[in-house]
Protein backbone atom coordinates (compact mmCIF):
# COMPACT_ATOMS: atom_id res chain seq x y z
CA UNK A 1 0.00 0.00 0.00
CA UNK A 2 2.71 2.15 1.06
CA UNK A 3 4.22 2.02 -2.31
CA UNK A 4 0.87 2.44 -4.57
CA UNK A 5 0.84 5.86 -2.24
CA UNK A 6 3.79 6.91 -3.47
CA UNK A 7 3.19 6.43 -6.83
CA UNK A 8 0.27 7.69 -7.16
CA UNK A 9 1.38 10.98 -5.07
CA UNK A 10 4.43 11.31 -7.71
CA UNK A 11 1.93 11.00 -10.61
CA UNK A 12 -0.03 13.79 -9.22
CA UNK A 13 2.86 16.24 -8.72
CA UNK A 14 2.73 16.94 -12.30
CA UNK A 15 -0.52 19.29 -13.18
CA UNK A 16 -0.72 22.45 -11.54
CA UNK A 17 -3.97 22.74 -11.67
CA UNK A 18 -6.32 19.66 -10.22
CA UNK A 19 -7.93 17.67 -13.19
CA UNK A 20 -10.25 14.88 -12.55
CA UNK A 21 -12.75 13.61 -15.53
CA UNK A 22 -15.33 15.43 -16.41
CA UNK A 23 -17.96 13.28 -17.55
CA UNK A 24 -19.74 15.80 -18.79
CA UNK A 25 -20.17 17.39 -22.56
CA UNK A 26 -20.44 20.83 -23.01
CA UNK A 27 -21.94 22.95 -25.96
CA UNK A 28 -23.41 26.09 -27.16
CA UNK A 29 -26.95 25.63 -26.57
CA UNK A 30 -25.77 24.12 -22.60
CA UNK A 31 -24.06 27.06 -22.08
CA UNK A 32 -27.12 29.50 -22.67
CA UNK A 33 -29.36 27.89 -19.73
CA UNK A 34 -26.04 27.52 -17.42
CA UNK A 35 -24.73 30.04 -14.40
CA UNK A 36 -20.74 30.75 -14.98
CA UNK A 37 -19.11 32.56 -11.51
CA UNK A 38 -15.90 33.58 -11.80
CA UNK A 39 -13.50 34.01 -8.85
CA UNK A 40 -10.92 36.51 -8.37
CA UNK A 41 -8.32 37.68 -5.87
CA UNK A 42 -7.10 41.12 -6.20
CA UNK A 43 -8.01 42.26 -2.37
CA UNK A 44 -6.56 39.18 -1.17
CA UNK A 45 -4.23 40.96 1.39
CA UNK A 46 -7.40 42.61 2.67
CA UNK A 47 -9.09 38.77 2.56
CA UNK A 48 -11.69 39.76 -0.11
CA UNK A 49 -12.39 37.25 -2.71
CA UNK A 50 -14.31 39.05 -6.13
CA UNK A 51 -17.35 36.99 -7.41
CA UNK A 52 -19.08 37.47 -10.78
CA UNK A 53 -22.01 35.80 -12.32
CA UNK A 54 -23.01 35.34 -15.51
CA UNK A 55 -26.84 34.87 -15.22
CA UNK A 56 -29.83 33.86 -17.87
CA UNK A 57 -33.32 35.88 -16.96
CA UNK A 58 -36.23 36.03 -19.17
CA UNK A 59 -38.41 38.75 -17.37
CA UNK A 60 -38.31 42.07 -16.46
CA UNK A 61 -36.86 41.74 -12.70
CA UNK A 62 -34.20 38.71 -11.76
CA UNK A 63 -33.75 37.86 -7.66
CA UNK A 64 -30.54 36.52 -6.84
CA UNK A 65 -30.14 35.00 -2.91
CA UNK A 66 -27.25 34.48 -0.80
CA UNK A 67 -27.74 30.85 1.20
CA UNK A 68 -28.09 31.69 5.36
CA UNK A 69 -26.74 28.54 5.89
CA UNK A 70 -24.55 26.02 5.43
CA UNK A 71 -25.42 22.32 5.08
CA UNK A 72 -24.36 19.93 7.76
CA UNK A 73 -23.84 23.09 10.32
CA UNK A 74 -27.38 23.47 11.27
CA UNK A 75 -27.38 27.67 12.11
CA UNK A 76 -28.25 30.44 10.52
CA UNK A 77 -24.80 32.71 9.97
CA UNK A 78 -26.33 35.65 7.83
CA UNK A 79 -23.51 34.71 5.01
CA UNK A 80 -24.49 37.84 3.29
CA UNK A 81 -23.45 40.01 6.14
CA UNK A 82 -19.91 40.03 3.99
CA UNK A 83 -20.86 41.08 0.85
CA UNK A 84 -19.68 44.49 -0.51
CA UNK A 85 -19.14 46.58 -3.39
CA UNK A 86 -22.36 44.73 -5.14
CA UNK A 87 -23.16 45.70 -8.52
CA UNK A 88 -25.10 44.55 -11.89
CA UNK A 89 -24.95 45.10 -15.75
CA UNK A 90 -26.15 43.90 -18.87
CA UNK A 91 -24.02 42.44 -21.62
CA UNK A 92 -23.48 45.61 -23.06
CA UNK A 93 -21.61 47.21 -19.94
CA UNK A 94 -24.53 49.10 -18.44
CA UNK A 95 -25.66 49.42 -15.26
CA UNK A 96 -28.87 47.82 -14.40
CA UNK A 97 -30.96 49.34 -11.50
CA UNK A 98 -30.60 47.27 -8.39
CA UNK A 99 -32.25 47.24 -4.95
CA UNK A 100 -31.61 45.37 -1.70
CA UNK A 101 -34.88 43.81 -0.38
CA UNK A 102 -33.73 41.63 2.29
CA UNK A 103 -30.87 40.75 4.34
CA UNK A 104 -29.62 37.87 1.58
CA UNK A 105 -31.79 39.14 -1.30
CA UNK A 106 -30.96 41.71 -4.08
CA UNK A 107 -33.26 42.73 -7.05
CA UNK A 108 -32.07 43.95 -10.51
CA UNK A 109 -34.49 45.67 -12.98
CA UNK A 110 -33.22 43.81 -16.31
CA UNK A 111 -34.46 46.10 -18.62
CA UNK A 112 -35.41 43.24 -20.98
CA UNK A 113 -31.88 41.88 -21.04
CA UNK A 114 -31.38 37.51 -21.65
CA UNK A 115 -28.40 37.81 -19.42
CA UNK A 116 -26.89 40.03 -16.33
CA UNK A 117 -23.38 40.10 -15.32
CA UNK A 118 -23.66 40.42 -11.61
CA UNK A 119 -20.80 41.00 -9.25
CA UNK A 120 -19.57 41.67 -5.62
CA UNK A 121 -16.81 41.43 -3.23
CA UNK A 122 -17.58 38.90 -0.05
CA UNK A 123 -15.14 39.80 3.05
CA UNK A 124 -13.27 36.13 3.55
CA UNK A 125 -11.96 36.58 7.18
CA UNK A 126 -13.00 33.58 9.53
CA UNK A 127 -11.34 30.30 8.89
CA UNK A 128 -13.57 27.62 10.14
CA UNK A 129 -15.08 24.76 8.27
CA UNK A 130 -18.19 26.35 7.96
CA UNK A 131 -16.92 29.80 6.55
CA UNK A 132 -14.49 31.03 4.52
CA UNK A 133 -10.73 32.27 4.40
CA UNK A 134 -8.53 34.28 2.66
CA UNK A 135 -4.73 35.80 3.26
CA UNK A 136 -1.73 36.36 0.87
CA UNK A 137 -1.04 32.59 0.30
CA UNK A 138 -4.15 30.52 0.25
CA UNK A 139 -8.06 30.78 0.04
CA UNK A 140 -10.06 28.19 1.89
CA UNK A 141 -13.94 28.75 0.17
CA UNK A 142 -17.13 27.16 1.65
CA UNK A 143 -19.46 27.68 -1.72
CA UNK A 144 -22.73 28.99 0.74
CA UNK A 145 -21.10 32.29 1.81
CA UNK A 146 -19.54 33.21 -1.39
CA UNK A 147 -22.20 32.00 -4.33
CA UNK A 148 -25.79 33.14 -5.44
CA UNK A 149 -28.75 31.95 -7.00
CA UNK A 150 -31.91 32.74 -8.60
CA UNK A 151 -35.04 30.71 -8.26
CA UNK A 152 -34.73 30.12 -11.69
CA UNK A 153 -31.27 29.30 -11.71
CA UNK A 154 -30.67 26.71 -8.86
CA UNK A 155 -31.37 23.77 -11.21
CA UNK A 156 -29.16 24.63 -13.77
CA UNK A 157 -25.74 23.60 -15.01
CA UNK A 158 -23.10 26.12 -12.48
CA UNK A 159 -19.97 26.48 -14.20
CA UNK A 160 -17.20 27.98 -11.67
CA UNK A 161 -14.02 29.15 -13.00
CA UNK A 162 -11.28 30.00 -10.63
CA UNK A 163 -8.28 32.99 -11.41
CA UNK A 164 -5.22 32.44 -9.17
CA UNK A 165 -2.59 34.93 -8.37
CA UNK A 166 0.44 34.26 -10.21
CA UNK A 167 2.13 33.51 -7.25
CA UNK A 168 -0.78 30.26 -6.27
CA UNK A 169 0.09 26.83 -8.22
CA UNK A 170 -3.52 25.53 -8.58
CA UNK A 171 -6.75 24.81 -7.35
CA UNK A 172 -8.21 21.70 -5.48
CA UNK A 173 -12.56 21.64 -6.08
CA UNK A 174 -14.05 17.96 -5.91
CA UNK A 175 -16.06 18.85 -8.74
CA UNK A 176 -15.42 17.49 -12.37
CA UNK A 177 -13.19 19.87 -14.79
CA UNK A 178 -11.09 21.88 -15.37
CA UNK A 179 -12.20 21.61 -19.13
CA UNK A 180 -10.41 22.91 -21.83
CA UNK A 181 -11.87 26.90 -20.94
CA UNK A 182 -10.41 26.21 -17.39
CA UNK A 183 -13.95 25.55 -16.03
CA UNK A 184 -15.21 23.37 -13.39
CA UNK A 185 -18.99 21.88 -13.66
CA UNK A 186 -21.14 21.16 -11.11
CA UNK A 187 -24.65 19.39 -11.65
CA UNK A 188 -26.51 22.30 -10.01
CA UNK A 189 -26.12 25.03 -7.20
CA UNK A 190 -26.54 22.81 -4.55
CA UNK A 191 -23.66 20.50 -6.05
CA UNK A 192 -21.64 24.12 -6.66
CA UNK A 193 -22.46 25.29 -2.45
CA UNK A 194 -21.20 21.17 -1.65
CA UNK A 195 -18.32 21.48 -2.93
CA UNK A 196 -15.69 23.63 -1.04
CA UNK A 197 -12.80 25.25 -2.96
CA UNK A 198 -9.37 25.37 -1.94
CA UNK A 199 -6.39 27.48 -3.71
CA UNK A 200 -2.80 28.20 -3.13
CA UNK A 201 -0.18 25.43 -2.42
CA UNK A 202 -0.74 22.22 -0.75
CA UNK A 203 0.18 18.78 -0.84
CA UNK A 204 -1.85 15.89 -2.14
CA UNK A 205 -1.09 12.11 -1.71
CA UNK A 206 -3.77 10.09 -3.46
CA UNK A 207 -4.88 6.33 -3.36
CA UNK A 208 -7.24 3.86 -3.47
CA UNK A 209 -10.09 2.07 -1.68
CA UNK A 210 -12.58 -0.24 -2.33
CA UNK A 211 -12.82 0.77 -5.91
CA UNK A 212 -12.80 4.07 -5.57
CA UNK A 213 -10.19 6.92 -5.55
CA UNK A 214 -9.59 9.32 -3.14
CA UNK A 215 -6.65 11.90 -1.90
CA UNK A 216 -5.24 13.31 0.94
CA UNK A 217 -4.51 17.56 0.93
CA UNK A 218 -2.64 18.95 3.14
CA UNK A 219 -2.60 22.61 3.98
CA UNK A 220 -1.03 24.18 6.38
CA UNK A 221 2.13 23.77 8.81
CA UNK A 222 2.61 20.50 7.73
CA UNK A 223 6.85 20.15 8.82
CA UNK A 224 5.70 17.54 11.58
CA UNK A 225 2.89 15.80 9.27
CA UNK A 226 3.62 12.98 7.77
CA UNK A 227 0.83 13.03 4.83
CA UNK A 228 1.95 9.20 3.70
CA UNK A 229 1.44 7.43 7.11
CA UNK A 230 -1.63 9.36 7.40
CA UNK A 231 -2.81 8.54 3.90
CA UNK A 232 -2.05 5.15 4.52
CA UNK A 233 -4.25 5.44 7.85
CA UNK A 234 -6.69 6.98 5.80
CA UNK A 235 -6.87 4.27 3.20
CA UNK A 236 -7.76 1.51 5.88
CA UNK A 237 -10.23 3.28 6.77
CA UNK A 238 -11.95 3.43 3.21
CA UNK A 239 -11.55 0.43 2.86
CA UNK A 240 -13.27 -1.00 5.97
CA UNK A 241 -16.08 2.03 5.28
CA UNK A 242 -16.86 1.01 1.71
CA UNK A 243 -16.53 -2.55 2.71
CA UNK A 244 -19.40 -1.86 5.61
CA UNK A 245 -21.42 -0.47 3.14
CA UNK A 246 -21.17 -2.51 0.47
CA UNK A 247 -21.25 0.66 -2.10
CA UNK A 248 -18.82 3.15 -3.70
CA UNK A 249 -20.92 5.77 -4.07
CA UNK A 250 -18.34 8.12 -5.81
CA UNK A 251 -18.54 9.40 -9.29
CA UNK A 252 -15.31 10.91 -9.06
CA UNK A 253 -12.34 11.55 -6.71
CA UNK A 254 -12.93 12.25 -2.44
CA UNK A 255 -10.92 14.56 -1.15
CA UNK A 256 -9.76 14.65 2.51
CA UNK A 257 -8.82 18.55 2.73
CA UNK A 258 -6.64 19.13 5.83
CA UNK A 259 -6.03 22.41 6.97
CA UNK A 260 -3.51 21.92 9.47
CA UNK A 261 -3.44 25.50 11.37
CA UNK A 262 -5.38 24.84 14.47
CA UNK A 263 -8.56 24.04 15.99
CA UNK A 264 -10.79 20.15 15.35
CA UNK A 265 -13.53 20.60 13.12
CA UNK A 266 -15.23 18.89 10.19
CA UNK A 267 -17.60 19.24 7.89
CA UNK A 268 -18.94 17.00 5.19
CA UNK A 269 -19.46 16.65 1.43
CA UNK A 270 -20.82 14.48 -1.35
CA UNK A 271 -17.13 14.07 -2.31
CA UNK A 272 -15.01 15.68 -0.05
CA UNK A 273 -14.87 17.16 3.92
CA UNK A 274 -12.77 19.95 5.01
CA UNK A 275 -11.09 19.50 8.39
CA UNK A 276 -9.04 21.27 10.52
CA UNK A 277 -6.65 20.48 13.17
CA UNK A 278 -3.04 21.47 14.85
CA UNK A 279 0.34 20.80 12.65
CA UNK A 280 1.79 19.23 15.93
CA UNK A 281 -1.35 16.62 16.32
CA UNK A 282 0.64 13.63 15.14
CA UNK A 283 3.15 14.11 18.16
CA UNK A 284 0.68 12.74 20.57
CA UNK A 285 -0.91 9.49 19.91
CA UNK A 286 -4.52 10.83 21.34
CA UNK A 287 -4.79 14.24 19.33
CA UNK A 288 -3.78 11.29 16.02
CA UNK A 289 -6.33 9.35 17.28
CA UNK A 290 -8.82 12.22 17.57
CA UNK A 291 -7.61 13.15 14.02
CA UNK A 292 -8.49 9.75 12.51
CA UNK A 293 -11.59 9.88 14.19
CA UNK A 294 -12.80 12.92 13.08
CA UNK A 295 -12.03 11.87 9.44
CA UNK A 296 -14.15 8.46 9.76
CA UNK A 297 -16.89 10.79 10.73
CA UNK A 298 -17.00 12.79 8.31
CA UNK A 299 -16.52 9.61 5.35
CA UNK A 300 -19.42 7.97 7.12
CA UNK A 301 -21.60 10.76 6.16
CA UNK A 302 -21.01 10.11 2.65
CA UNK A 303 -23.53 7.44 3.06
CA UNK A 304 -25.61 8.46 6.48
CA UNK A 305 -26.31 11.73 5.58
CA UNK A 306 -25.23 13.27 2.46
CA UNK A 307 -26.79 10.54 -0.01
CA UNK A 308 -29.63 9.09 2.50
CA UNK A 309 -30.72 11.72 4.55
CA UNK A 310 -33.86 12.65 6.69
CA UNK A 311 -37.02 13.51 4.78
CA UNK A 312 -36.77 17.13 5.87
CA UNK A 313 -33.53 17.34 4.10
CA UNK A 314 -34.43 16.35 0.57
CA UNK A 315 -34.41 19.83 -0.98
CA UNK A 316 -32.37 22.91 1.33
CA UNK A 317 -34.55 26.26 2.25
CA UNK A 318 -31.07 28.21 2.09
CA UNK A 319 -33.27 31.40 3.48
CA UNK A 320 -34.53 29.80 6.61
CA UNK A 321 -33.73 26.74 9.24
CA UNK A 322 -34.75 22.91 7.96
CA UNK A 323 -36.10 21.29 10.76
CA UNK A 324 -35.58 17.41 11.22
CA UNK A 325 -36.09 15.45 14.41
CA UNK A 326 -33.54 13.03 13.10
CA UNK A 327 -29.90 14.01 13.87
CA UNK A 328 -29.45 11.66 16.14
CA UNK A 329 -29.66 9.33 13.57
CA UNK A 330 -27.62 11.31 10.82
CA UNK A 331 -25.09 12.51 13.41
CA UNK A 332 -25.45 10.23 16.56
CA UNK A 333 -24.94 7.21 14.69
CA UNK A 334 -22.23 8.41 12.59
CA UNK A 335 -20.06 9.21 16.03
CA UNK A 336 -20.85 5.54 17.02
CA UNK A 337 -19.63 4.18 14.14
CA UNK A 338 -16.71 6.92 13.49
CA UNK A 339 -14.94 4.98 16.35
CA UNK A 340 -16.03 1.75 15.94
CA UNK A 341 -14.73 1.14 12.63
CA UNK A 342 -11.09 2.72 13.44
CA UNK A 343 -10.75 -0.27 15.16
CA UNK A 344 -12.36 -2.73 12.57
CA UNK A 345 -10.14 -0.81 10.50
CA UNK A 346 -7.25 -1.81 12.76
CA UNK A 347 -6.03 1.65 12.64
CA UNK A 348 -6.24 1.90 16.62
CA UNK A 349 -5.79 -0.72 19.09
CA UNK A 350 -9.09 -3.04 20.98
CA UNK A 351 -8.00 -0.92 24.26
CA UNK A 352 -8.09 3.08 22.55
CA UNK A 353 -11.35 2.13 21.04
CA UNK A 354 -12.73 1.00 24.62
CA UNK A 355 -11.26 4.46 25.49
CA UNK A 356 -12.67 6.36 22.97
CA UNK A 357 -16.03 4.55 24.02
CA UNK A 358 -15.89 5.45 27.83
CA UNK A 359 -14.95 9.06 27.13
CA UNK A 360 -18.12 9.23 25.04
CA UNK A 361 -20.10 7.27 28.18
CA UNK A 362 -18.38 10.08 30.52
CA UNK A 363 -19.31 13.07 28.16
CA UNK A 364 -22.76 12.14 27.77
CA UNK A 365 -23.82 11.43 31.65
CA UNK A 366 -21.91 14.69 32.91
CA UNK A 367 -24.16 16.37 31.43
CA UNK A 368 -27.64 16.95 33.32
CA UNK A 369 -29.64 18.01 30.09
CA UNK A 370 -29.48 14.86 28.81
CA UNK A 371 -32.44 13.72 31.56
CA UNK A 372 -34.59 16.57 30.50
CA UNK A 373 -34.52 16.60 26.44
CA UNK A 374 -34.61 13.65 24.20
CA UNK A 375 -32.57 12.86 21.31
CA UNK A 376 -35.48 13.74 18.70
CA UNK A 377 -35.95 17.28 20.18
CA UNK A 378 -32.05 18.00 20.75
CA UNK A 379 -32.03 17.32 16.99
CA UNK A 380 -34.98 19.67 15.94
CA UNK A 381 -33.73 22.47 18.42
CA UNK A 382 -30.39 22.35 16.83
CA UNK A 383 -31.20 25.69 15.49
CA UNK A 384 -31.06 27.36 18.71
CA UNK A 385 -29.41 25.30 21.12
CA UNK A 386 -26.40 23.10 19.89
CA UNK A 387 -24.89 25.75 17.85
CA UNK A 388 -25.69 28.43 20.03
CA UNK A 389 -24.47 27.09 23.36
CA UNK A 390 -25.40 29.25 26.83
CA UNK A 391 -23.93 28.76 30.20
CA UNK A 392 -26.90 26.56 31.04
CA UNK A 393 -27.04 24.25 27.93
CA UNK A 394 -25.50 21.32 29.88
CA UNK A 395 -28.30 21.48 32.01
CA UNK A 396 -30.80 22.18 29.81
CA UNK A 397 -30.03 20.38 26.85
CA UNK A 398 -28.94 16.94 25.29
CA UNK A 399 -25.97 16.66 22.86
CA UNK A 400 -27.75 14.67 20.01
CA UNK A 401 -24.15 13.63 19.04
CA UNK A 402 -23.75 11.98 22.44
CA UNK A 403 -26.86 10.68 22.79
CA UNK A 404 -27.05 9.24 19.51
CA UNK A 405 -24.14 7.18 20.09
CA UNK A 406 -24.95 6.03 22.85
CA UNK A 407 -28.33 4.89 21.32
CA UNK A 408 -26.58 3.27 18.74
CA UNK A 409 -24.06 1.18 21.11
CA UNK A 410 -27.11 -0.39 22.90
CA UNK A 411 -29.78 -0.85 19.78
CA UNK A 412 -26.62 -2.60 17.92
CA UNK A 413 -25.88 -4.65 21.65
CA UNK A 414 -29.63 -5.20 22.32
CA UNK A 415 -29.88 -6.46 18.37
CA UNK A 416 -26.83 -9.04 18.55
CA UNK A 417 -28.36 -10.42 21.75
CA UNK A 418 -32.13 -10.35 20.57
CA UNK A 419 -30.93 -12.17 17.53
CA UNK A 420 -27.76 -14.41 18.94
CA UNK A 421 -25.44 -12.60 16.75
CA UNK A 422 -26.94 -13.11 13.55
CA UNK A 423 -28.42 -9.82 12.76
CA UNK A 424 -26.78 -6.27 14.08
CA UNK A 425 -26.90 -2.23 13.72
CA UNK A 426 -24.78 -2.62 10.67
CA UNK A 427 -27.48 -5.02 9.11
CA UNK A 428 -30.42 -2.24 9.65
CA UNK A 429 -28.20 0.66 8.29
CA UNK A 430 -27.30 -1.12 4.79
CA UNK A 431 -31.04 -1.97 4.70
CA UNK A 432 -31.85 1.30 5.20
CA UNK A 433 -29.34 2.58 2.60
CA UNK A 434 -31.14 -0.45 0.07
CA UNK A 435 -34.37 1.15 0.55
CA UNK A 436 -33.55 5.13 1.62
CA UNK A 437 -30.59 5.47 -0.85
CA UNK A 438 -29.99 6.91 -3.70
CA UNK A 439 -30.90 4.28 -5.75
CA UNK A 440 -34.03 3.15 -3.44
CA UNK A 441 -37.44 3.65 -3.82
CA UNK A 442 -37.02 6.52 -1.12
CA UNK A 443 -34.73 8.22 -3.37
CA UNK A 444 -32.27 9.25 -1.35
CA UNK A 445 -34.43 10.05 2.07
CA UNK A 446 -35.54 8.59 4.98
CA UNK A 447 -39.21 9.40 6.82
CA UNK A 448 -39.27 9.43 10.70
CA UNK A 449 -39.58 6.05 12.46
CA UNK A 450 -37.68 4.26 9.36
CA UNK A 451 -35.11 2.64 11.33
CA UNK A 452 -37.41 1.46 14.08
CA UNK A 453 -39.19 -0.49 11.63
CA UNK A 454 -36.40 -2.07 10.16
CA UNK A 455 -34.97 -2.97 13.83
CA UNK A 456 -38.57 -4.63 13.65
CA UNK A 457 -37.87 -6.33 10.80
CA UNK A 458 -34.49 -7.48 12.26
CA UNK A 459 -34.60 -8.32 15.82
CA UNK A 460 -38.53 -8.02 16.94
CA UNK A 461 -41.30 -5.56 18.43
CA UNK A 462 -39.02 -5.29 21.61
CA UNK A 463 -35.92 -4.00 20.26
CA UNK A 464 -37.88 -1.22 18.23
CA UNK A 465 -39.71 -0.49 21.50
CA UNK A 466 -36.82 0.15 22.85
CA UNK A 467 -35.16 2.32 19.87
CA UNK A 468 -38.50 4.46 20.03
CA UNK A 469 -38.31 5.11 23.95
CA UNK A 470 -34.68 5.95 23.63
CA UNK A 471 -35.31 8.46 20.75
CA UNK A 472 -38.19 10.18 21.79
CA UNK A 473 -38.11 10.12 25.59
CA UNK A 474 -35.10 11.61 28.33
CA UNK A 475 -34.48 7.95 28.71
CA UNK A 476 -30.69 6.69 29.95
CA UNK A 477 -30.20 4.24 27.94
CA UNK A 478 -28.88 0.95 29.26
CA UNK A 479 -25.45 1.38 29.25
CA UNK A 480 -24.11 -0.99 32.03
CA UNK A 481 -26.09 -3.63 31.04
CA UNK A 482 -24.95 -3.20 27.52
CA UNK A 483 -21.19 -3.51 28.37
CA UNK A 484 -21.89 -6.65 30.60
CA UNK A 485 -22.83 -8.37 27.68
CA UNK A 486 -19.51 -8.55 26.09
CA UNK A 487 -18.59 -9.09 29.55
CA UNK A 488 -17.58 -5.51 30.27
CA UNK A 489 -18.10 -3.21 33.14
CA UNK A 490 -17.96 0.28 33.41
CA UNK A 491 -15.52 2.49 35.97
CA UNK A 492 -17.24 5.20 36.48
CA UNK A 493 -14.78 7.34 38.89
CA UNK A 494 -11.41 5.65 38.83
CA UNK A 495 -9.47 8.49 40.76
CA UNK A 496 -12.05 7.74 43.79
CA UNK A 497 -11.61 4.24 43.38
CA UNK A 498 -7.56 4.60 43.58
CA UNK A 499 -8.07 7.00 45.96
CA UNK A 500 -10.02 4.96 48.21
CA UNK A 501 -8.04 1.58 47.58
CA UNK A 502 -5.02 4.15 48.59
CA UNK A 503 -6.44 5.32 51.70
CA UNK A 504 -5.63 8.98 50.39
CA UNK A 505 -9.12 11.76 50.10
CA UNK A 506 -10.59 11.49 46.95
CA UNK A 507 -10.96 14.13 45.02
CA UNK A 508 -13.50 16.72 45.84
CA UNK A 509 -15.34 19.94 44.12
CA UNK A 510 -18.45 22.20 44.40
CA UNK A 511 -20.14 20.85 41.15
CA UNK A 512 -18.75 23.53 38.75
CA UNK A 513 -16.70 24.23 35.41
CA UNK A 514 -13.91 26.55 34.64
CA UNK A 515 -13.69 28.76 31.76
CA UNK A 516 -10.45 27.84 30.05
CA UNK A 517 -7.93 30.25 28.82
CA UNK A 518 -8.67 33.05 30.94
CA UNK A 519 -6.27 34.45 33.60
CA UNK A 520 -9.00 34.55 35.69
CA UNK A 521 -11.04 31.72 37.79
CA UNK A 522 -14.16 32.20 36.08
CA UNK A 523 -17.16 29.66 36.46
CA UNK A 524 -18.45 28.43 32.71
CA UNK A 525 -20.90 26.02 34.07
CA UNK A 526 -22.93 24.96 37.18
CA UNK A 527 -24.52 21.75 37.13
CA UNK A 528 -28.40 21.71 38.43
CA UNK A 529 -28.23 19.79 41.63
CA UNK A 530 -25.18 20.44 42.66
CA UNK A 531 -23.42 22.26 46.06
CA UNK A 532 -22.61 25.32 44.09
CA UNK A 533 -26.22 25.16 42.49
CA UNK A 534 -27.41 25.01 45.91
CA UNK A 535 -25.42 27.83 47.30
CA UNK A 536 -26.39 30.33 44.34
CA UNK A 537 -22.95 30.41 42.24
CA UNK A 538 -23.66 31.60 38.98
CA UNK A 539 -21.86 31.40 35.60
CA UNK A 540 -19.18 33.74 34.91
CA UNK A 541 -18.66 34.56 38.54
CA UNK A 542 -15.07 34.97 39.75
CA UNK A 543 -14.06 33.22 42.72
CA UNK A 544 -11.05 34.70 44.60
CA UNK A 545 -11.37 32.74 47.57
CA UNK A 546 -11.49 29.56 49.53
CA UNK A 547 -12.05 29.61 53.28
CA UNK A 548 -11.00 33.29 53.61
CA UNK A 549 -7.37 31.98 51.51
CA UNK A 550 -6.58 33.63 47.78
CA UNK A 551 -6.77 30.83 44.98
CA UNK A 552 -5.60 31.79 41.27
CA UNK A 553 -6.15 30.16 38.48
CA UNK A 554 -2.35 28.44 39.08
CA UNK A 555 -3.09 27.34 42.83
CA UNK A 556 -6.72 26.53 42.71
CA UNK A 557 -6.52 22.94 42.57
CA UNK A 558 -4.61 22.75 45.43
CA UNK A 559 -6.77 24.64 47.39
CA UNK A 560 -9.74 22.46 46.87
CA UNK A 561 -7.58 19.28 47.13
CA UNK A 562 -6.97 20.41 50.65
CA UNK A 563 -10.80 20.18 51.70
CA UNK A 564 -12.43 17.11 52.76
CA UNK A 565 -15.96 15.39 51.60
CA UNK A 566 -18.82 16.46 53.11
CA UNK A 567 -17.55 19.95 54.86
CA UNK A 568 -18.45 23.21 54.23
CA UNK A 569 -16.61 25.82 52.42
CA UNK A 570 -16.90 29.65 52.23
CA UNK A 571 -16.47 31.08 49.03
CA UNK A 572 -15.69 34.59 48.08
CA UNK A 573 -16.91 35.57 44.56
CA UNK A 574 -16.93 38.70 42.48
CA UNK A 575 -20.73 39.47 40.77
CA UNK A 576 -21.40 42.85 38.71
CA UNK A 577 -18.44 44.28 40.86
CA UNK A 578 -19.67 42.87 43.92
CA UNK A 579 -18.20 41.03 46.37
CA UNK A 580 -20.15 38.40 47.80
CA UNK A 581 -19.54 35.02 50.17
CA UNK A 582 -21.68 32.29 49.99
CA UNK A 583 -21.34 28.53 51.57
CA UNK A 584 -21.25 25.35 49.59
CA UNK A 585 -20.60 22.46 50.91
CA UNK A 586 -17.92 19.79 49.30
CA UNK A 587 -18.99 17.08 47.45
CA UNK A 588 -17.43 14.52 45.11
CA UNK A 589 -15.31 15.72 42.13
CA UNK A 590 -16.78 14.93 38.82
CA UNK A 591 -14.99 12.07 36.88
CA UNK A 592 -12.78 13.36 34.39
CA UNK A 593 -13.06 9.92 32.83
CA UNK A 594 -14.54 6.75 32.75
CA UNK A 595 -12.41 3.28 32.54
CA UNK A 596 -14.19 0.25 30.71
CA UNK A 597 -12.53 -2.84 31.84
CA UNK A 598 -13.30 -6.25 31.94
CA UNK A 599 -15.54 -8.22 34.09
CA UNK A 600 -13.92 -10.74 36.60
CA UNK A 601 -15.01 -13.90 35.05
CA UNK A 602 -15.16 -13.31 31.11
CA UNK A 603 -16.64 -16.37 29.54
CA UNK A 604 -15.40 -17.65 26.16
CA UNK A 605 -18.86 -16.36 24.04
CA UNK A 606 -18.50 -12.92 25.67
CA UNK A 607 -15.27 -12.81 24.12
CA UNK A 608 -16.29 -13.81 20.99
CA UNK A 609 -19.10 -11.22 21.13
CA UNK A 610 -16.81 -8.55 21.82
CA UNK A 611 -14.41 -9.75 18.57
CA UNK A 612 -17.30 -9.49 16.44
CA UNK A 613 -18.07 -5.91 17.33
CA UNK A 614 -14.77 -4.76 17.48
CA UNK A 615 -13.77 -6.66 13.81
CA UNK A 616 -10.85 -8.48 15.61
CA UNK A 617 -9.05 -11.05 17.92
CA UNK A 618 -8.84 -10.38 21.09
CA UNK A 619 -7.10 -12.07 24.10
CA UNK A 620 -8.68 -11.27 27.19
CA UNK A 621 -7.30 -12.97 30.56
CA UNK A 622 -9.35 -15.17 32.29
Do not use: C
Not at 87 to 109: D, F, H, Q, Y
Amino acid sequence: MLATILLALLASLAPAIEVQATGHDVDASGDRQSVHHRLSFPRRTTQYVHVEIRIPVSGAALELAMPNWTPGSYQIRDYAGNVERVAARAVTGSELPLTKIAKNRWLVETGGAEEVRFEYDVWAGSLSVQDSWVEQDVALLNGAGIFMYSDSSRDMTQFLEVELPADWPGVVVALPGPDESGRYRARNFDELVDSPILAGDSRKTPFEAGGARFALVDYGHTAQWDSVAAAEDLWKIAETQVDFWGVNPFEREYLFINILLGGKSGLEHDHSTVMMGSPSLMRSREDYVKWLSLASHELFHAWNVRRMRPEALARYDYDEEVYTSQLWLAEGLTSYYDNLLLSRAKVVSAQEFLELLAAEFQQYEIQPGRLVTSAELASFDSWIRHYQPTANLINSNSNYYRKGSVIGFVIDTAIRRETRGRHTLDDALRDMYQRYGPEGPGAGTYPEGALAAIVEDLAGPGVAAELETLRTTATDPDIDGALGWYGLKLVRSPERQAAEEGGIPAPVDFGVTWLPDTPLLLVEHVLHGSPAAEAGVLPNDELLAINGLRVTRDNHDAAIKALRLGETAQLTLVRHGRLLTLQAQVQHALPSRYVITASERVSSSEERRLEALLGRELRISR
